[in-house]
Every structure is written in C-alpha cells, then in structure tokens.
C-alpha cells in the first residue's frame, strides 16, 4: 500500500502538539475578541463568522487526532 508522508494524514506526535497549541490559541484569542475581554456576549448573529471558523478549526483538530490514533495502531 503506498502511504503518503502527508503531516494531515501521517501526523506525528509533535506535529499534533504543536497543532493543537495553535489551534487552542487561536480560538482563545477569537473568543477574547469577540467578546471583548469578556464584557460582552459570543453568542451574537455578528459573530456568526468566527463561529464557524472556530467549529471548523475543532473538527481539523479531531479529524488529525483520529488520524494520529489510526497511524500509530498500524
């Protein structure tokens, strides 16, 4: 089977740290942003954007996730 050296698809243990530390930051500094330090709600229409780019970013992170526990089976 020809398997290839793809970070996304064969991510190694420190490829998947440094994604999720990047990713979890990322989403801490869009929440600190949007909500302004806190003072305001999330959960507005206008920040409908951040939210799917926030749900998109966790489901990259499973999907890598699922990818390292398959890999690392084999």
Avoid at 34 to 43: G, I, W
Avoid at 58 to 65: E, G, T, V
């Amino acid at each position: 089977m020809n398997m290839k050296k793809n970070i996304f698809q064969n991510p190694s243990k420190k490829a998947l740290i440094l994604f999720a530390i990047l990713s979890f930051t990322g989403i801490s500094l869009m929440i600190l942003a949007m909500s302004d330090l806190f003072t305001e709600s999330v959960f507005q229409k206008r920040y409908l954007m951040f939210w799917f780019l926030i749900i998109t970013n966790l489901m990259f992170l499973i999907r890598l996730f699922v990818n390292y526990s398959k890999n690392k089976k084999i």
